[in-house]
Each structure stands twice: as structure tokens, then as C-alpha cells.
T-cell receptor
Framework: GQNIDQPTEMTATEGAIVQINCTYQ??????LFWYQQHAGEAPTFLSY????GLEEKGRFSSFLSRSKGYSYLLLKELQMKDSASYLC?????????FGKGNQVVVIP | SAVISQKPSRDICQRGTSLTIQCQVD?????MFWYRQQPGQSLTLIAT?????????ESGFVIDKFPISRPNLTFSTLTVSNMSPEDSSIYLC??????????FGSGTRLTVV
């Protein structure tokens, strides 16, 4: 099984940087995904980590430490359109198990 | 990435009835999944839809309540049977593409009254 924990909500100012954390416990780790979900829409893929370290993709970066069961998503130069829920998901075999998600609200 | 068409996009149903949700993919995919997202919550995997065999259900979900069909590599249906208000949720299908990609349909917003 798995246990995935994320904080629930944060507010940040346009142009700022936010870090969203995700801790997990799983019996079979096979990668960690970050998804963005706007209200009423499908989740969209942001990043994937399977090895320890930092993956950078434009304004978004994701970090993984397998030994600590920990990942974070870093959002830089926040824009209003970044207001959304951010979900981490651990892959076990072919299945994805999602955390509760973290709601980010960007204010001017 | 694959394009997923899911319908209906929303429905309001009477308790005790059933609703079948369809998921059509524009390419052949091996793995298809069905998720539920209750209001304000994250996604919970219901089952993996296997082509040519019975779906594999997660703990807490049973075939009688959520029968699934997967007649070919581009299509699947999920039925929510004998609905109650507790079944009000968003239901999403998802496909796995290649090694690491998972794409989601736009979801079906179900309200049971």
C-alpha cells in the first residue's frame, strides 16, 4: 500500500516562488509524478522523477529523495494562471496513487 | 500524447439508477484506468481496465458496483450502478502511454439526487 501526504493550501504573490512538498511511504516505488489540476479540468502532467535529484522544466522544477520518501515541486515566477491544485502521485507497478493535492492561490 | 474523449461530461441522476461513462482514445493503449475524485479530494483509483479480461479492482471497489468493459485497445466504459448520493463525484479515465506518461480524460461530473 501507500501513504502520500501533502499540505492542503497556500497563497502566494505573483512573481514569487513556492515549494510544494510531498512525502510518501510505499511498498514498491516506481517513480513520482507531479500534476496540475485547474478547477473542473483534468489533471495535466508537469514532471516525473524516478532517480534522486532535481528535474528542471522551465518555471517548474521537481526534486526527489527516494531514501527520505520525499519530493517537492518548485514553482518560480508565479503567474495568475498557476492558481490550481498540485497533485503528487507515486507509481507502484502500473498504478498511480495520488496525494490529497495542494491548492495554490496566486494573488496580484 | 493521446487524446481522450470522455462522455458524458456531466449528468444528474436519480438514486437507484445506473450511469455508463465512456472513454475513447485516439490511439491504441495497453493500460487504461478509472479514477474517482470526490469534491475537494484527490484522485482515487477504482480499477485497471484490462483488454480481453476482467478489470482489476482496488480495495473498496467491487465489480457489481462499478462494472467495467474494455472491448478493444481504444475504448472502455465504467458503469456506476444502483447510485446513491455518496456516488456524486467526478469520474476520470486515464491511459498510460509509453514508459512514463499518464494522460487523463476531462472527467464526468456526476450528481446523484
Amino acid at each position: 500500500g501507500q501513504n502520500i501526504d501533502q499540505p492542503t493550501e497556500m497563497t502566494a504573490t505573483e512573481g514569487a516562488i513556492v515549494q510544494i512538498n510531498c512525502t510518501y511511504q510505499t511498498s514498491g516505488f516506481n517513480g513520482l509524478f507531479w500534476y496540475q489540476q485547474h478547477a473542473g479540468e483534468a489533471p495535466t502532467f508537469l514532471s516525473y522523477n524516478v532517480l534522486d535529484g532535481l528535474e528542471e522544466k522551465g518555471r517548474f522544477s521537481s526534486f526527489l529523495s527516494r531514501s527520505k520518501g520525499y519530493s517537492y515541486l518548485l514553482l518560480k515566477e508565479l503567474q495568475m494562471k498557476d492558481s490550481a491544485s498540485y497533485l503528487c502521485a507515486v507509481r507502484e507497478g502500473n498504478r498511480l496513487a495520488f496525494g490529497k493535492g495542494n491548492q495554490v492561490v496566486v494573488i496580484p | 500524447s493521446a487524446v481522450i474523449s470522455q462522455k458524458p461530461s456531466r449528468d444528474i441522476c436519480q438514486r437507484g439508477t445506473s450511469l455508463t461513462i465512456q472513454c475513447q482514445v485516439d490511439s491504441q493503449v495497453t493500460m487504461m484506468f478509472w479514477y474517482r475524485q470526490q469534491p475537494g479530494q484527490s484522485l482515487t483509483l477504482i480499477a485497471t481496465a484490462n483488454q480481453g479480461s476482467e478489470a482489476t479492482y482496488e480495495s473498496g471497489f467491487v465489480i457489481d458496483k462499478f462494472p467495467i468493459s474494455r472491448p478493444n485497445l481504444t475504448f472502455s466504459t465504467l458503469t456506476v450502478s444502483n447510485m446513491s448520493p455518496e456516488d456524486s463525484s467526478i469520474y476520470l479515465c486515464s491511459v498510460r502511454e509509453g514508459t512514463n506518461g499518464y494522460t487523463f480524460g476531462s472527467g464526468t461530473r456526476l450528481t446523484v439526487v
